[in-house]
């Protein structure tokens, strides 16, 4: 496996120390897998960063897309609230009380 020279900047260390931060144990051939996975993922952002988007028009797509969106109304469900309350082991003045898992 050896280091890509192309956009991704992404060396053989850098992903070896990665995996080790992570506490991922791979052999050479997975090593080798995730490095052209993740080369071929940074390649795309390479191109993605590439896209002239200067003048497209402020709102877009997310914002437009929320207002076009035919959402629900933010409703409360006390029925469902009383239920947690009944299966809880203990519930108090709006908290709920649990036993201890730690010693």
């Not at 900047?9 to 120390?17: A, G, I, P, V």
């Not at 995996?19 to 390479?46: I, N, P």
């Not at 709102?59 to 409360?76: I, N, Q, W």
């Amino acid at each position: 496996m050896e280091d890509n020279p192309k956009a991704t900047r992404l060396t053989r260390d850098e992903l070896e120390t990665t995996a080790e931060l992570a506490a991922l144990e791979l052999d050479e051939e997975s090593l080798a897998s995730l490095f052209r996975a993740l080369a071929t993922v940074l390649e795309h952002f390479e191109v993605i960063s590439g896209v002239e988007v200067s003048e497209a028009p402020h709102g877009t797509p997310v914002e437009r897309s929320v207002e076009l969106a035919a959402l629900r109304a933010d409703e409360g469900m006390p029925q469902a609230v009383d239920a947690l309350h009944a299966a809880a082991p203990d519930f108090e003045e709006g908290f709920f009380f649990v036993p201890r898992v730690t010693p």
